[in-house]
């Protein structure tokens, strides 16, 4: 029988069963705790709290939590949009477990990335180093570090398992996604995607679960997209998108044997915003419907094939090149009206908002 003091086991328990030695840990092991204990504390927790209305138009508060990443010893925190949409105040808790009033400073839905500020001392606040996402491939180690369930600076590894050329959810498409197995769950989105350095590669900012937990199939925006906004968030609040006005669709081949096009692949314009770039430089919409399989498409319209140097080969296409381009630029737009090939120089304005 086993005896034991108030300050521990007896001696003959201790000599009975000897303390085995800690095995020594992998070159692996070692350098994911470095990393973590270098960048933790540069994830903070950030509660959103929002207002609805019931039935009888009585206020309801409703409380959700999130990640993000300080950026700037002055204070600014990178999240996702969808972390804070909607709030009407925002809390921020860092490592030390100060809580500070969160400021939204700016927001971006087209790239689900917001950034959000407080007023707390620089000697409080650690800078995340980072990273260049257009290195990364498939199978490099990767290390994400949140909240899930509230369950503060949390740390999962895993891999890169691809780079998706696009991903569409409900709400957006997004370009060049980090797709990985480490566990991300809700509170995690809008926190580090770390490389073996320590360096921020991507924003956690989703995952595809039938259940609603990680099924290790995460996703993340690439950080060299948040770099390319972040100071428009900053300075003006908001990113200004190069607009063109019209509304297209992608030809597909029914369409164009249905209509004898003279082109196998662009996109058709269907709709021309009045007063629009597009109806200024004088390209012609879509004159009617017509029901090709089970699709009703708008006929009649200019085929769009290029923009400056780079084809159009669907409407995706035309959106993706557009995003690259900056209001008030000059591009040359090629399109056929009926079997002409035609040119046109197109003075593109911003993107409106909401």
């Known amino acids: 029988?086993?005896?034991?003091?108030?300050?521990?086991?007896?001696?003959?328990?201790?000599?009975?069963?000897?303390v085995k030695k800690a095995f020594p840990l992998t070159p692996d092991e070692q350098n994911t705790i470095d990393i973590y204990q270098r960048v933790n504390a540069s994830v903070v927790n950030i509660t959103s709290i929002a207002v609805s209305y019931d039935f009888f138009f009585n206020p309801v508060p409703s409380q959700a939590t999130g990640s993000g990443s300080i950026i700037s010893k002055k204070g600014y925190i990178l999240t996702n949009q969808h972390v804070v949409k909607d709030s009407r105040r925002l809390e921020v808790a860092l490592a030390d477990g100060s809580r500070w009033p969160g400021k939204l400073v700016g927001t971006d839905p087209v790239t689900d990335l917001a950034v959000v500020a407080?007023?707390?001392p620089p000697d409080r606040l650690t800078v995340i180093p980072i990273g260049d996402s257009a290195r990364l491939r498939p199978g490099q180690k990767v290390m994400a570090i949140g909240?899930?369930?509230?369950?503060?600076?949390?740390?999962?590894?895993?891999?890169?398992?691809?780079?998706?050329?696009?991903?569409?959810?409900?709400?957006?498409?997004?370009e060049d996604v980090i797709q990985t197995d480490a566990s991300i769950n809700p509170g995690n989105s809008g926190g580090p995607l770390l490389d073996s350095d320590g360096k921020m590669v991507g924003i956690n900012t989703a995952i595809f679960s039938p259940s609603g937990g990680s099924v290790g199939i995460g996703f993340a925006i690439p950080i060299n997209t948040a770099s390319a906004v972040l100071d428009q968030l900053i300075l003006k609040g908001y990113v200004p998108y190069a607009w063109m006005g019209i509304e297209l669709q992608t030809l597909v081949a029914q369409l164009v044997q249905a209509l004898d096009l003279p082109v196998e692949h662009g996109a058709m314009v269907a709709r021309i915003a009045r007063g629009g770039p597009a109806a200024r430089a004088g390209l012609r919409g879509g004159t009617r419907e017509v029901e090709i399989g089970n699709t009703i498409v708008i006929i009649g319209g200019d085929i769009l094939v290029s923009i400056g140097e780079e084809k159009v080969e669907s409407a995706e296409a035309f959106y993706r090149i557009l995003k690259r381009r900056k209001p008030g630029e000059i591009v040359r737009l090629a399109f056929y009206r009926g079997r002409d090939r035609r040119e046109v120089d197109v003075q593109l304005g911003e993107r409106p908002r909401g």
């Open 118 to 120: 407080i007023k707390a």
């Open 1 to 18: 029988m086993m005896r034991f003091a108030r300050s521990g086991v007896l001696l003959f328990v201790l000599l009975a069963f000897p």
């Open 147 to 174: 909240n899930p369930f509230g369950l503060e600076r949390t740390l999962t590894t895993g891999i890169i398992s691809s780079i998706r050329k696009t991903l569409k959810t409900e709400d957006l498409e997004m």
